[in-house]
Nanobody
Framework: QVQLVESGGGSVQAGGSLRLSCKVS????????MGWFRQAPGKERTGVAS???????TYADSVKGRFTISQDNAENTVYLQMSSLKPEDTALYYC?????????????????????WGQGTQVTVSS
């Protein structure tokens, strides 16, 4: 059974930092692309960052230079380091895994391209 469990969310003031973790079981993160998404109340879920099997990454324009996605294959965990946080970053953040296996270098911010999802972790940024 595939499980993705996010952690690390919380409340922080603008300009602060948080690191989100996504622990994966029943699946090997090194065999597919992984992504982080977010959804604010009343808005659709959107892609934040994605990492391919070869470690290449892509980011939404709104977070470039502030967020960094990485993964630890030994721990089967994906991370999202968030810095210089803004109130508009407030959302429920989800981790997701793509299909198995995928070609090296493939990564995407399209939610429909992902097969498995975590339950989400809340990030709240106050001004």
């Amino acid at each position: 059974q595939v499980q993705l469990v996010e952690s690390g969310g919380g409340s922080v003031q603008a300009g602060g930092s948080l690191r989100l973790s996504c622990k994966v079981s029943g699946y090997t993160v090194s065999t597919t692309y992984m992504g982080w998404f977010r959804q604010a109340p009343g808005k659709e879920r959107t892609g934040v960052a994605s990492i391919a099997r070869d470690g290449s990454t892509t980011y939404a324009d709104s977070v470039k230079g502030r967020f960094t996605i990485s993964q630890d294959n030994a721990e089967n965990t994906v991370y999202l380091q968030m810095s210089s946080l803004k109130p508009e970053d407030t959302a429920l953040y989800y981790c997701a895994a793509g299909p198995w296996p995928t070609l090296a270098g493939i990564r995407t911010l399209r939610p429909s391209a992902y097969n498995y999802w975590g339950q989400g972790t809340q990030v709240t940024v106050s001004s």
